[in-house]
């Protein structure tokens, strides 16, 4: 079978410009001009380039490629004694490795391979299970780089999957910049700072697992809708129950999981093929695929970490996924109050609720439709609640009912403050107009949810709102509180100049406070920051 293979001319891989800019710092920019030429790459110089890689993953790589070699059976014929003697012995060992040394690959196994790892196409599948596979055959085992027993199990491969797609996801975009040289304007992409390698919590990995065990399992693990079954004491013991996969359902399953899927497809184009080029000049169309995370302004959430950020933003609706998301409200910032706290929120648009507890339990929900005075339900079924500690779960809408949004602080007859899901009084998500208490009723009808802080009422302890996607508005209309966002006259420059042309004295003038240090920050600031 080997020798047949030496006559079949294997075309290369289809990579674009981009890519191939990408391939050439990773694996050597020599001329390839079919499969058959054999060209060393030294794995010394690709592990360097791989830096978000774990040493698992990189050496689960170097064995794919070795493995694939020996399948093909490379021809080396016309090949200088030394290159020779390199390639044999590369394949002459038929065990695989289990630590990084430096030995020599075929420069067209490597483009194969990654072809295989990052692209779509009909061998996409049963590579990538193999690199599963592999790892799972070279770990699992108890053996490690240092000898050691350690424990690695599907939740390992998880996790390290996990934290190179995460470290992707928060790194910050380069941005494309127009600069003049020799009396000539060129564009120039302008890097950020090179971000912190991530690392997941358990949460996040458990997370993934219950996706992939949905689907091993071909059923829905969400509590049925029903109101007999209501006992919160057997919810609450079932919030923090471990889960557990096995590497056969990994390997089937895994791919099938969109939530596995996108942080394989993140860690492996990033680390391979894709561009800073790419990222600065399809930056909506990056975000559209939650490729990269919103740049938020002000850019430091309290409550809400990476990996609850992807969760959330992998929730919503592409129809409303933008490029930045502002921060509207925090209580630590614009006050504890109501009233604040309301003026913020009111006729914004798509907005994010993040409420944390006394008892440290995080919360919310994303309301599609913006905020309005009502002694009615209202809003669609895009609107969904979630849990982010002491575990990550996604409610969406089960579309019984359509209690989404709830909003008002004007009736002696109905309940004051904010609500989604549920009945009034038996809300699935609740802030009370005191702004000190609220409540979470399981099982609301509308999102299909149990108690999101294990238990039916809670005290509030931190709030942010944040504004996904603004209320789309007639500009041939006067808006009355984009007026009041604009501040006084003080603050419009053009109608202060129209008064003191008119003979009115601005005797506020000079002692106009100075503008925040913060804001300043954000004006200048060309990169969000890490977290």
């Given amino acids: 079978m080997g020798n047949s293979q030496s006559h079949v001319n294997i075309p290369l891989p289809n990579y674009n410009e981009n890519e191939y800019q990408k391939l050439k710092t990773i694996i050597g920019d020599a001329q390839q001009t079919n499969m058959n030429e054999f060209i060393p790459v030294s794995t010394e110089l690709i592990k360097d380039q791989l830096p978000y890689f774990s040493d698992r993953f990189k050496l689960t790589f170097f064995n794919l490629a070795k493995e694939e070699e020996k399948l093909l059976n490379l021809k080396y014929k016309n090949i200088k004694k030394s290159k ?3 390639l044999e012995k590369s394949l002459s060992s038929i065990s695989l490795n289990y630590e990084i ?31 599963i596979q592999l790892y799972a055959s070279t770990f699992s085992n108890g053996k490690s780089q240092n000898n050691k027993e350690e424990k690695v199990n599907p939740s390992t491969f998880i996790k390290e999957l996990s934290n190179t797609a995460l470290t992707y996801y928060i790194s910050a975009i380069p941005r494309i910049k127009k600069v003049e040289e020799n009396g000539v304007e060129k564009e120039v992409i302008k890097e950020g700072p090179a ?30 809708v029903t109101f007999e079954d209501n006992n919160e004491d057997e919810d609450n013991n079932k919030t923090n129950e471990p889960v557990s996969l096995t590497w056969e359902d990994l390997v089937s399953n895994g791919l099938n ?4 899927k996108l942080l394989w497809d993140i860690s492996f184009t990033s680390s391979f093929i894709i561009t800073n080029e790419f990222k600065a000049r399809n930056l909506k169309n990056y975000r559209l695929t939650s490729m990269t995370k919103p740049r938020l302004n002000p ?14 933003d992998l929730s919503i609706p592409s129809f409303h996924i933008s490029e930045v998301w502002s921060q509207i409200y925090d209580d630590s910032t614009s006050g504890h109050n109501w009233t604040v706290f309301s003026n913020c929120i009111e006729d914004q648009g798509s907005t994010i609720l993040v409420v944390r507890d006394k008892n440290n339990n995080i919360f919310g929900g994303f309301a599609s439709n913006e905020w309005e005075h009502s002694p009615k339900f209202y809003g669609d079924n ?22 989404y949004q709830y909003f008002n602080d004007k009736s002696q007859s109905f309940p004051n403050g904010l609500g989604m899901g549920g009945q009034f009084d038996y809300f699935g998500f609740f802030i009370s107009a ?8 399981g099982v609301s009808t509308t999102y299909n949810n149990p108690s999101l802080c294990g238990q039916s009422d809670f005290k509030i302890d931190a709030i942010e709102v944040w504004l996904v996607k603004p209320k789309e508005r007639d500009d041939r209309l006067i808006d009355d509180k984009k007026l009041k966002q604009q501040g006084t006259v003080l603050d419009r420059m053009e109608d202060m100049t129209f008064l003191e042309m ?18 300043e920050y954000w004006k200048e600031s060309e990169f969000e920051s890490n977290y």
Avoid: Q, W
Wanted: proline share 4%; aromatic share 8%; hydrophobic share 30%.
């Fill in 84 to 86: 020779k003697k390199a």
């Fill in 101 to 131: 040394k430096n030995e020599v690959l075929s420069r067209s196994t490597l483009l194969k391979i990654i072809e295989n790892l990052c692209k779509h196409n009909e061998d996409e599948d049963k590579t990538k299970k193999r690199f």
């Fill in 195 to 224: 971000p912190k390698l991530i690392e997941v919590s358990e949460r996040f990995v458990n997370f993934v697992i219950r996706d992939i065990n949905k689907i091993a399992n071909k059923n829905d693990f969400s509590k049925p």
């Fill in 257 to 260: 999981s969109s939530i596995f």
């Fill in 299 to 312: 850019n430091r959430s309290r409550l809400l970490k990476p990996e609850d950020l992807f969760v959330i």
């Fill in 382 to 403: 895009r609107s969904f609640l979630f849990t982010l500690r002491p575990e990550i779960n996604i409610y969406k809408a089960t579309d019984i009912n359509d209690h």
């Fill in 434 to 441: 005191d702004f000190e208490n609220g409540h979470s009723k």
């Fill in 502 to 519: 008119s003979g009115v004295k601005m005797y506020s003038k000079d002692i106009k406070s100075h503008p925040n240090a913060d804001d």
